[in-house]
């Protein structure tokens, strides 16, 4: 009998290596995932979205802020070509976007959709096939057992309580195993159980290499998860980099924290003040130098320590879309 | 393409496991083999059912004969007819020459069914005897007229057998339009179902507004292709199994089946193409229907001039629908069972659908795709141009 086992051998070292190669070639690329450059885009006379900068790299989590009718789900329709824009471009992997491009996207829209009339296991079939995922099959029943809905996979959308609709809305997102994640409010309607779900499969995907595009309005979250963030207001860029580098940029009119003895009592340049008897945070108007208030501080209260607080994401946010 | 073809097998497989398809497709059976049966076996009651016709008659002329038997007096009668010896009787007074009056007696739903026709028979019969009138007159009398209708074309020419020809078209252009309006529909729903459920936006994070809206159509489409074969099958079969297959033989069914073929295909193709530029934009399946009423109503145009077209249809109007696209379709299957049309015309108007098809689904398609995640209700006249530069 002719004997195979070297041919198998050689023929595992050369799969081995084959992988090696592609990942160490998809490793050593310096293209950004996604590089967005001078997006413009107009509806009627209404600008949407106006000369948007910025580019996201490998395997990072990158937040997409902004209050309400900023323009977030805009920009992400024109990530994924379903709206064309009016000027600017979007490359993917440093390559023009093209239909192909989207079996390496999942996304989770802020309006969530599943068709009800027909079984779990129908619905992630239908879009696993949209993806062309080779074993469906498999990957459904991975993904319902990572979310805990592997008994519901045979019971109707329609029967499935919101919760769990969310959770295999999720499913569906991650079932083509995409390098892109892009989820637009994923911890919406979430109780707080499967709120850490949902954060714990997202940094697990996180270290898995895939690239994560969070958009959010809840700031605690993106300020704990983000590596960057880019926040758009009207259409505009008005905050972009890395959550130290931003937060520097906000430093000089932030909180001001005091621990005391005595009676605190107004000071020049304090314009909100949360007083707790011992403890109490001052806030600063723009401009203002803490040390002319400490100076005036200490004339009616005995100091026992003070601090300026970092700005949160939140209180940015806030202050930004106040602005604007 | 691939993605398309998983979007058309997604819908169709959808669409034929609805309880309204599958009643559209078993309606027909539903409703034609019990008729088929019953009228039967209502036949057969008929026939076994007795048929004998009292009379009472106080002039002296009538004659008892076959099923008619006379009676001395009305109670006689009565009691005959409430013992179901007989199903009725009649009663001739004695100035029934000079007034004609006779009176009907019956039981239960008489008056539906009262053997007015066969006393009046009976009656002819005995006053003819009676008059001495020969014959070939007596026949005459009975029968008065053989009417047979002949119809001239324009050229003064005997068109024959076109009595024969009149439910054709109506049946024909009733079952085209009927399909394409329900398969357009059934897109129409399956467009704005998707926005209100808000599956659409993520369909398009995995394939183009294209290739989404091909595979509806080819899903949709295959689905009412399914349910136009199912119904011209069921037809067939029972047309084979009854007294109408003689009506269909002056027909040519085989060319109005192999024109059927483009002229539904071409025709769903229009329609679906029209009905998905004013879906995409909708918000409510309300705001869809409402802009679909203009193409609704362009194809039921030729069945609402039916009459027009079956009195001439040669002339400009059956000619001008012919080769206008929204109501070729109806308009060319109806004339063909009625009139030899030319060749050139059939191509002509396959043509000019054709080119309409392909500029509607490109039309459509833009439209689909700037409109298909807007909420702003119906589409407007207005809007369309900025749905076409997006």
Excluded at chain 2, 245 to 265: D, G, R, V
Excluded at chain 2, 305 to 331: E, H, M
Aim: hydrophobic letters at 45%.
């Amino acid at each position: 009998m002719p004997d195979n086992t070297n041919n198998k051998r050689m023929f595992t070292i050369w799969q081995i290596a084959a992988a090696v190669i592609a990942g160490a070639q998809r490793e050593k690329t310096d293209e950004p995932v996604l590089d967005v450059t001078h997006l413009t885009k107009s509806f009627g006379i209404k600008t949407i979205l106006d000369d948007i900068s910025f580019h996201i790299e490998s395997g990072e989590i990158f937040g997409l802020l902004g209050p309400n009718g900023a323009g977030k789900t805009t920009m992400i329709r024109i990530i994924l070509d379903i709206i064309k824009s009016d000027h600017g471009s979007v490359k993917m992997f440093g390559k023009v976007f093209d239909e192909d491009f989207k079996e390496r996207i999942g996304y989770l829209p802020e309006e969530r959709g599943l068709y009800q009339k027909i079984t779990v296991f129908e619905c992630l079939k239908y879009f696993a096939n949209l993806k062309n995922v080779k074993k469906p099959d498999d990957r459904i029943d991975f993904w319902l057992e990572e979310v805990g809905l592997i008994d519901y996979k045979k019971r109707r959308v329609s029967d499935l309580s919101k919760g769990m609709q969310q959770k295999i809305q999720l499913a569906s997102t991650f079932i083509h195993d995409p390098d892109i994640l892009i989820l637009d409010e994923p911890f919406s309607g979430l109780d707080p159980v499967n709120t850490k779900i949902v954060k714990d499969i997202m940094l697990d995907l996180k270290r898995d290499g895939k690239t994560i595009i969070l958009s959010t309005h809840q700031m605690d979250q993106a300020e704990r998860m983000c590596d960057r963030i880019l926040m758009i207001n009207h259409g505009e860029k008005v905050l972009y980099g890395t959550l130290d580098q931003i937060k520097a940029g906000y430093r000089e009119s932030r909180v001001m924290v005091v621990e005391y003895e005595g009676d605190l009592k107004p000071v020049d340049g304090v314009i909100e003040v949360e007083d707790y008897g011992r403890y109490a945070e001052l806030g600063l108007e723009r401009g203002t130098d803490p040390q002319d208030v400490l100076k005036n501080l200490m004339e009616s209260v005995k100091l026992r320590r003070f601090e300026m607080k970092s700005p949160s994401l939140n209180e940015i946010f806030i202050e930004v879309a106040n602005d604007a | 393409m691939h993605k398309a073809l998983v979007v058309a097998k997604h819908e169709f497989l959808a669409t034929v496991k609805t309880k309204g398809f599958i009643l559209s497709l078993i309606l027909p059976f539903l409703i034609l083999l019990p008729v088929m049966f019953t009228s039967g076996y209502v036949t057969q009651i008929a026939t076994d059912s007795p048929r004998n016709i009292g009379f009472v008659d106080e002039t002296g002329i009538l004659q008892p004969d076959g099923i008619f038997i006379r009676f001395e007096d009305i109670g006689d009668a009565e009691n005959a007819l409430l013992n179901d010896e007989i199903q009725s009787f009649f009663t001739i007074p004695t100035d029934y020459l000079k007034t004609g009056r006779v009176f009907l007696y019956g039981t239960g739903e008489f008056f539906s069914s009262a053997p007015t026709d066969l006393v009046e028979a009976f009656l002819i019969d005995n006053l003819l005897h009676d008059s001495g009138a020969d014959e070939t007159l007596s026949d005459r009398i009975r029968h008065p007229a053989d009417v047979e209708q002949i119809t001239l074309n324009e050229k003064g020419e005997v068109e024959e057998k076109q009595e024969v020809r009149f439910l054709i078209p109506y049946a024909v252009a009733i079952l085209m339009m009927l399909s394409i309006m329900t398969t357009s529909g059934y897109l129409m729903q399956g467009i704005v179902a998707e926005k209100e459920n808000k599956t659409v936006e993520i369909l398009l994070s995995s394939l183009s507004p294209e290739e989404l809206l091909t595979g509806k159509l080819i899903g949709f489409g295959s689905a009412g292709l399914l349910q136009i074969c199912v119904w011209i099958c069921s037809g067939v079969l029972v047309v084979s199994l009854t007294s109408l297959a003689a009506i269909f033989q002056e027909i040519q069914i085989s060319l109005i089946m192999i024109l059927a073929i483009p002229y539904f295909t071409l025709g769903y193709l229009l329609f679906a193409g029209s009905m998905a530029c004013v879906a995409a934009p909708a918000s409510t399946m309300k705001d869809a229907q409402q802009g679909a009423m203009i193409f609704t109503m362009l194809g039921i145009l030729p069945i609402m001039l039916l009459g027009v077209i079956i009195a001439a249809p040669d002339s400009v109007i059956a000619r001008v629908l012919t080769y206008v696209p929204y109501t070729a379709p109806a308009a060319t299957l109806m004339r063909i069972t009625l009139t030899g049309i030319p060749v050139y015309e059939i191509a002509a108007s396959l043509l000019m659908l054709t080119i309409s098809v392909i500029v509607v689904i490109k039309f459509s398609a833009r439209i689909f795709r700037s409109a298909i995640l807007m909420s702003g209700g119906k589409i407007r006249v207005k809007d369309i141009p900025g749905y076409l530069k997006r």
